[in-house]
């Protein structure tokens, strides 16, 4: 098992570009859900899904879309980059009725 | 609400030292209780955990006992080696919406030196 992936690792974008972070696990657990870490801030939850097509705000989510059309996948769209989103963010699942998340590596995003 | 508040950091230690990593809670009812360590350059790994008043939670020669008196889920290691640098966090779970979400302290970085 790969666990769970994110890509890219790094990204620098301008102000006001889009792009989506990736996110896959192979772990067919049900829940996934998106973090932001910040330094002096712990991790803080963006967004989050109970399986596929469902998703559900977490504590941060202005600025960013999710979707949930497979078990697998679970991408974060950031629709109007801003300097405030620069962060690392991380991606987790975890499988139903146990309270073990499982992290990916993180992508690093810069936006300038 | 629901929330972990941990030591600052960063600690710094020699090799074979003792570590102490404060945690403490605030939750309605009792509430499983994390750590979970970050390595340099990766995500977030499950160290150990506790679920109930009184367990204790080991791992890696790390361990963590759940008290409920006090609101605390300290972290200890009797002799921490180089390999031990990285972030730790402290975490408790919630339930919100049905499901469960991590609530996390801001951690605290350990650093150990030859």
């Known amino acids: 098992n790969a666990g769970v992936t994110q890509t890219p690792k790094f990204q620098v974008l301008k102000t006001g570009q889009s792009m989506t972070l990736q996110c896959a696990q192979d772990?067919?657990?049900?829940?996934m859900s998106w973090y932001r870490q910040d330094p002096g801030m712990g991790l803080r939850l963006i967004h989050y899904?109970?399986?596929?097509?469902?998703?559900d705000q977490g504590e941060v989510p202005n600025g960013y879309n999710v979707s949930r059309s497979t078990t697998e996948d679970f991408p974060l769209r950031l629709l109007s980059a801003a300097p405030s989103q620069t962060s690392v963010y991380f991606c987790?699942?975890?499988?139903?009725?146990?309270?073990?998340?499982?992290f990916g590596p993180g992508t690093r995003l810069t936006v300038l | 609400g629901n929330s972990v508040t941990q030591m600052e950091g960063p600690v710094t230690l020699s090799e074979e030292a003792f570590l102490t990593i404060n945690c403490t809670y605030t939750?309605?009812?009792?509430?499983?209780l994390f750590w979970y360590v970050q390595y340099p350059g990766e995500g977030l790994q499950l160290l150990l955990k506790?679920?109930?008043?009184?367990d204790k939670g080991s791992n890696k020669g790390f361990e963590a006992t759940y008290r409920k008196e006090t609101t605390s889920f300290h972290l200890e290691k009797g002799s921490v080696q180089v390999s031990d640098s990285a972030v730790y966090f402290c975490?408790?779970?919630?339930?919100?919406?049905?499901?469960?979400?991590?609530?996390f302290g801001k951690g605290t970085k350990l650093t150990v030196n030859p």
């Open positions: 987790a699942s975890t499988k139903r009725g146990t309270d073990t998340q499982y």
């Open positions: 772990m067919n657990h049900e829940y």
């Open positions: 899904s109970v399986g596929a097509g469902i998703t």
């Open positions: 939750a309605t009812g009792y509430p499983s």
């Open positions: 506790a679920t109930k008043a009184d």
């Open positions: 975490a408790l779970i919630r339930t919100q919406g049905g499901s469960e979400k991590l609530v």
